[in-house]
């Protein structure tokens, strides 16, 4: 009878799961990126939330931007703190396996060819930003998906923290996405340049990249600004 039960369940999340990566997939497929509010199961947000209550400010590093930079450099660029997720704390893990069901669901619909993925907590404490940017420059480091996420209940519209994502590099007005627990962000590394605005308020947000198959071995090397894993 329990085993049933879960079987249930199982099955409701997968359909409730299409029905969303769908929508991701038809997103991508449109305009090359996907906000949906309250995108992220319940459960998956809560655990999250869990793990990151447990981690001590100790657990973050200054985030820096690609490898070898100056990091006083960076403090011009983005100032708030970062920690990789390894999988270990449970809610991280997962947020592991649900970026492996949404890669393997994107690779069967639109033949991406998404191979790794890596993502990193982010804390922002009041004041800290990150300046517009991309995440992959074009026949770069094959980072193709970013994926954003945020954890911050009860956020206020006069918190602000906002990511702004523009359309392309003439964009100066861009769309403004509320970092409110659960809404989900995914857009084409290489074409979306985007910004973190000033928050009133610490904001929580974890942020991931699917690369494509390069066909080396290096596929897991991680950027130097590496904190410690969790
Ligand atoms: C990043 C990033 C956006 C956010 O870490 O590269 O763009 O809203 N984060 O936290
Ligand atoms: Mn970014």
Redesign the pocket.
Known sequence: MAIEVLHLDAACDNSVHEVLFEKIANDLLEKGYSITPTGLPLELVDAIQTDIAQLGHTEFSPAAIGRHDDTSLNKFVRTDSICWIEGEMPGCAAWNAWMEELKLYLNRRLYLGLFAFESHV?QYQPGNF?KRHV?AFRGGNNRVLSV?SYFNSGWNPDDGGE?VLYKDDEDMVGIKVT?AAGTLVIFLSEEFP?E?LPANRTRH?I?GWFRQNPGSDHLLELPDSAGSPI
Do not use: E, G, K, N
């Open positions: 982010a990150y995440d954003v990511l970092p985007h973190v947000s942020a």
